[in-house]
C-alpha cells in the first residue's frame, strides 16, 4: 500500500502545489503517508486471490488519507476531491505499457470475469476485505457484465476514520477511470450517495454515464 502511494506521490504532489505551492504540497504528501501508515492495520484486506477488490482498497485508502492531510488546511470535502481528481487524471494519464494495458482491458478478459463471480460468491458467505457484491450477466448489446455492491469496504473505511462527508466524492474516482481506460462504466447510484447499492455496468468503448448524487454542489 505504501508503494502504491509511492507511485501516486508525483500525481498528487503536483495537483496540490498547484493550489499551495511545492513546499507546502510535499508536507502535506508526507502527512497523508503518515495518515495512510496509521490506518494500515484497520484496513481489511482482500487476498492475493482477490487482486481487484484489494486494488479498490488501497486506491480508497490513499484518497482517505490525501482528504485527512488537506483538512488542517481548511479543505473541505468538495475541495479536496478537486485535487485527488486532477492527481487521479494525472496519474491515469501517466499510465504506460503492461499497466495500463491491464487498466483497460483487464476488466474484460475472461478470467477476471470468472475471478468476479468466484469472489461474489464467497462475498456472501463472508465479505471479501470489507465487500459484498452480486456478478449480473451481461445483455447483449446493453452491456458486458455488471457488479452491484452491496457492501463498500471504501465507505466503511472513509466513516471509520473520520471522513464519512468525503466518501461520497470517492465515488467519482470511476469516472475519469471510465473515460481514460475505455470502461464504458454506466451507473445510476452508490451506496456512499444514498443509494442502496454500486450499479456498475460496463461496456467496453461505450460513453461514461454516471448519474452523480452529493450533498455538496460544486
Same mark, same amino acid.
Given at each position: ?5 509511492? $507511485? ?9 502545489? %498547484?493550489r499551495e505551492g511545492r513546499e507546502a ?8 503517508? %503518515? ?13 492475493? =486471490?482477490?487482486? #481487484?477488490?484489494? *486494488?479498490?482498497?488501497?486506491?480508497? *485508502? ?14 473541505? *470535502? ?9 492527481? =487521479? $487524471? ?9 499497466? $495500463? ?22 462475498? #456472501? ?21 455488471? /457488479? ?15 471522513? *464519512? ?9 470511476? /469516472? ?9 462504466? =454506466? ?5 456512499? %450517495? ?8 460496463? %461496456? ?12 455538496? =454542489?460544486?
Amino acid at each position: 500500500m505504501m508503494g502504491e502511494l509511492a $507511485r501516486w506521490r508525483p500525481s498528487l504532489v503536483e495537483a496540490i502545489a %498547484q493550489r499551495e505551492g511545492r513546499e507546502a504540497a510535499e508536507a502535506i504528501c508526507d502527512d497523508a503517508a %503518515q495518515r495512510l501508515d496509521a490506518m494500515l492495520d484497520s484496513i481489511p484486506d482482500a487476498g492475493w =486471490t482477490a487482486p #481487484h477488490m484489494r *486494488a479498490f482498497t488501497i486506491g480508497g *485508502a490513499i484518497y482517505v488519507a490525501t482528504y485527512l492531510a488537506l483538512v488542517p488546511r481548511g479543505y473541505d *470535502a468538495a475541495r479536496a476531491w478537486d485535487v485527488c481528481e486532477a492527481a =487521479t $487524471r494525472a496519474r491515469f494519464a501517466g499510465m504506460r505499457g503492461m499497466e $495500463r494495458s491491464m487498466a483497460a482491458n483487464g476488466l474484460f478478459v475472461w478470467p477476471m470475469k470468472a475471478l468476479s463471480r468466484w469472489i461474489a460468491k464467497r462475498s #456472501h458467505e463472508a465479505p471479501v476485505g470489507g465487500w459484498v457484491f452480486d456478478f449480473v450477466e451481461g445483455e447483449p448489446g446493453t452491456f458486458e457484465y455488471g /457488479v452491484d455492491y452491496k457492501r463498500c469496504a471504501i465507505r466503511e473505511l472513509a466513516i471509520a476514520n473520520g471522513a *464519512a462527508e468525503f466518501a461520497p466524492y470517492i465515488c467519482l474516482a470511476d /469516472v475519469p477511470g471510465s473515460e481514460v481506460f475505455g470502461w464504458g462504466l =454506466t451507473r445510476t447510484e452508490t451506496i456512499a %450517495q444514498g443509494g442502496s447499492r454500486c450499479d456498475f455496468r460496463f %461496456q467496453r468503448g461505450a460513453e461514461t454515464r454516471v448519474r452523480v448524487k452529493l450533498p455538496i =454542489t460544486r
